[in-house]
């Protein structure tokens, strides 16, 4: 089941540094992207859709994907909004909330985040800052955690069930947490398409790199889907 990852929906600035070039898909590129799986016959399904299928059997397209976007940058709304209906898809976002009560120019505003939850757009979790929830109290993870989850909840009226862990960092005990703060699951960076039922708070995910061409996606695709993947759950609540 490919989940995919993306950031920025941006051609990078002259400055950028290599991880910013990395994570920056420029907007024709995202638009070649969601074309290829058009017509390749792609559905797009929420992490919600994923969860019920793998603990109740319930029915899914014969080619799900799911789009995600992280860290809720404004061209979210500008670039990446506007493409996706366009072409029929949803996606899911991950907004740090502080930086949206912020007013930060570079992120997304509360009322973008409404217009496009209203649209169909899934918005979930990715903290109330961006940071690496291991080292922390417990007190601190549940702020963190609860803190994103309800802000969210306020503006968009519906349930937050699913956390994106800063960084990818992560381990058994934030996990737990997640469970007793009524998160269904979490996404992480592991590479693969693999989801499994006893592993809701791992599931794997494709990056798409800021140099993928449509075939490029393609073919990193359709060799995630064919691999032989192994793998234990490390943060079973």
């Known amino acids: 089941m490919p989940i995919l990852m993306y950031h920025y929906i941006s051609t990078p600035?002259?400055?950028?540094?290599?991880?910013?070039?990395?994570?920056?898909?420029?907007?024709?590129?995202?638009?070649?992207?969601?074309?290829?799986?058009?017509?390749?016959g792609y559905a797009s399904i929420t992490l919600g859709d994923l969860t019920l299928a793998l603990q109740t059997g319930y029915p899914l397209p014969p080619k799900p994907v799911i789009i995600t976007l992280d860290d809720g940058y404004r061209d979210a709304y500008t670039e990446a909004f506007p493409l996706l209906r366009r072409y029929g898809f949803t996606a899911t976002f991950f907004l740090i909330t502080s930086l949206i009560d912020a007013g930060h120019p570079d992120y997304l505003t509360w009322d973008q985040v409404t217009e496009m939850s209203a649209a169909g757009m899934d918005m979930e979790a990715h903290g109330y800052s961006h940071v690496?929830?291991?080292?922390?109290d417990d007190a601190y993870i549940i702020w963190q955690v609860l803190g994103a989850k309800e802000a969210i909840e306020a503006r968009t009226h519906k349930a937050v069930r699913f956390f994106c862990y800063p960084s990818g960092k992560y381990d058994g005990r934030v996990a737990h947490i997640l469970h007793s703060a009524h998160y269904w699951g979490a996404v992480t960076t592991q590479h693969g398409v693999l989801q499994c039922s006893e592993c809701p708070f791992e599931l794997r995910r494709i990056r798409v790199r800021g140099t993928y061409q449509a075939e490029d996606l393609a073919r990193v695709m359709e060799a995630a889907l064919s691999a032989d993947e192994e793998g234990t759950c490390t943060t079973t609540p």
């Open 13 to 40: 600035p002259p400055d950028a540094d290599a991880i910013r070039r990395d994570l920056s898909v420029a907007p024709g590129l995202f638009e070649e992207h969601l074309r290829y799986l058009r017509d390749a």
């Open 132 to 136: 690496d929830l291991r080292d922390r």
